[in-house]
């Protein structure tokens, strides 16, 4: 079975970048989704299709794939984006999710 | 605006049944793949089952294989998860997600979860 992987935690001060990767055999071929999620809350999606971002998503949220990892990018962190992230592929009739990311904003 | 809303968690002993429902409303449910998604206790996200927009077509994680069996009834709007056999693993929180798209979208609306417990 297909396996993504996240690195368990990420940690960076407000205002700087923060980097989150996914690891995945050939994932560059897949289309990558990514989802936030604060505790006690249902996750919501912050980049779909490796790269485009929901309406009422900002701007500083991005996301990029290729070769055999995907990476999204949170720019000019605030401290409402402390959350876990999580990487999501389709493979060969299964949802696949990665392990979460816990993102600190120190 | 769109609302799912799951129904029937709770506590079962380990090889009981139970069965999820999960109400939609605010979309078109015929025309969506529907999830079963769940998040053990301080754990991370674990995809169970999905089911195409007409029913037709299934798909199950292999932890759950054999044991649960994904449905719907578009005339009510409602996805449904009947379990059984169920472990001390299956213990999490059940969210019904709907799929903007074909298999590959992304997950665009998820319920707030319903909590299993399996536990004697």
């Known amino acids: 079975s297909y396996v993504l992987t996240q690195p368990p935690s990420v940690s960076v001060a407000p205002g700087q970048t923060a980097r989150i990767t996914c690891g995945g055999n050939?994932?560059?071929?897949?289309?990558v989704h990514w989802y936030q999620q604060k505790p006690g809350q249902a996750p919501v999606v912050v980049v779909y299709?490796?790269?485009d971002r929901p309406s009422g998503i900002p701007e500083r949220f991005s996301g990029s794939n290729s070769g055999k990892t995907a990476t999204l990018t949170i720019s000019r962190v605030e401290a409402g984006d402390e959350a876990d992230y999580y990487c999501?592929?389709?493979?060969?009739?299964?949802?696949?999710f990665g392990g979460g990311t816990k993102l600190t904003v120190l | 605006e769109v609302q799912l809303l799951e129904s029937g968690g709770g506590l079962v002993q380990p090889g009981g049944s139970l069965r999820l429902s999960c109400a939609a409303s605010g979309l078109t449910f015929s025309n969506y793949i529907m999830n079963w998604v769940r998040q053990a206790p301080g754990k991370g996200l674990e995809w169970v089952s999905a089911?195409?927009?007409?029913?037709?077509?299934?798909h199950y994680a292999d932890s759950v294989k054999g044991r649960f069996t994904i449905s719907r009834d578009n005339s009510k709007n409602t996805l449904y998860l009947q379990m059984n056999s169920l472990r001390a693993e299956d213990t999490a929180i059940y969210y019904c997600?709907?799929?903007?798209?074909?298999?590959?979208?992304?997950?665009?609306?998820w319920g707030q979860g319903t909590l299993v417990t399996v536990s004697s």
């Open positions: 999501q592929v389709w493979d060969s009739r299964s949802e696949v």
């Open positions: 299709d490796d790269t």
């Open positions: 997600a709907s799929l903007n798209g074909g298999y590959s979208a992304p997950i665009d609306y």
């Open positions: 089911i195409s927009g007409s029913g037709g077509s299934t």
């Open positions: 050939n994932i560059g071929s897949k289309s």
